[in-house]
């Protein structure tokens, strides 16, 4: 992968933005994806933000080696730090835990003024993300699963201004994905079987361990998205 060709995952991510958009890639790592934005005319212009020194560096000779520096910034700073409000339109996030980034959002609320879309995609947890988006004020509007290199990937697009439909089931649409529901694809079955088999190993490693208030409550945790899949698997065998 380089910025000239992306990953089927970033390349995903890329076909959401919308075309004119000023965008901010958080936790850009080389900076591929907003490199190649910019040079496939997609977005004008870009900010590739990063925490940690090494991705900060590989970042900066990216963006040099592309000869995009007068349109790309690298700023090094934690989360939507990097940018100021009304700087950009489009916000990307990719390859962190749902709940890291649903946190990066929460705590950089005062930076995303002016921003209309976010496209996110968690390595796990899209339900933290699914649910900070409904009580801030973005509405999904599409998810894209996909399979690369063995692993599955969830990508949630939103938009600014407050959530309509899709969530008639709250509780499984949080966890499952609306979209992803109704698309119902091979790759969707094959993450919640997955998902359904560790839940159970951790179950029964739980049962060996000595029963206390907070094992109790996970325990009941776990039971109860299981409870909520092999609903969801059955009804769509």
């Known amino acids: ?6 990953s089927k995952r970033l390349e995903t991510v890329v076909s959401f933005i919308p075309e004119g958009s000023r965008i901010a890639d958080i936790g850009s790592d080389h ?4 490199c190649y934005a910019v040079d496939k005319g997609i977005a004008v212009s ?6 940690a020194e090494g991705p900060y560096q590989s970042a900066l000779k990216q963006v040099k080696y592309s ?23 489009c916000i990307t996030i990719a390859g ?14 005062g930076k995303l003024e002016g921003v209309s879309r976010l496209i996110l995609q968690p390595n796990v947890s899209a ?7 409904l009580e801030n004020g973005w509405e999904l509007k599409a998810e894209k699963i996909l399979e690369e290199d063995n692993k599955i990937y969830e990508i949630l697009v939103a938009d600014k201004g407050e959530p309509e439909a899709p969530y ?25 079987e997955q998902e359904l088999k560790q839940w159970k190993n951790i179950i029964e490693k739980m049962k060996k361990a000595e029963d206390s ?7 009941a945790q776990i039971q109860k998205k299981i409870g909520i899949v092999e609903e969801v698997l059955d009804e769509k065998r």
Do not use: C, H
């Not at 520096?69 to 939507?80: P, Q, S, Y």
């Not at 962190?96 to 609320?109: H, N, T």
């Not at 008639?168 to 094959?190: R, T, Y």
């Open 213 to 219: 208030p907070e094992l109790k409550q996970r325990k």
């Open 127 to 133: 339900v933290s993300i699914r649910s900070w988006l």
């Open 168 to 192: 008639d089931n709250m509780e499984s649409e949080l966890l499952l994905g609306p979209f992803l529901l109704k698309e119902n694809s091979s790759v969707f079955k094959q993450k919640w």
């Open 96 to 109: 962190m835990g749902g709940a890291l980034i649903a946190s990066i959002l929460e705590e950089g609320k």
């Open 1 to 6: 992968m380089n910025a000239e060709k992306l």
């Open 46 to 51: 870009g900010i590739a933000g990063e925490v």
């Open 31 to 34: 900076a591929y994806l907003p």
């Open 67 to 89: 000869q995009l520096e007068d349109v790309i910034a690298v700023r090094k700073g934690d989360g939507l730090e990097v940018i100021s409000p009304n700087e950009t339109d």
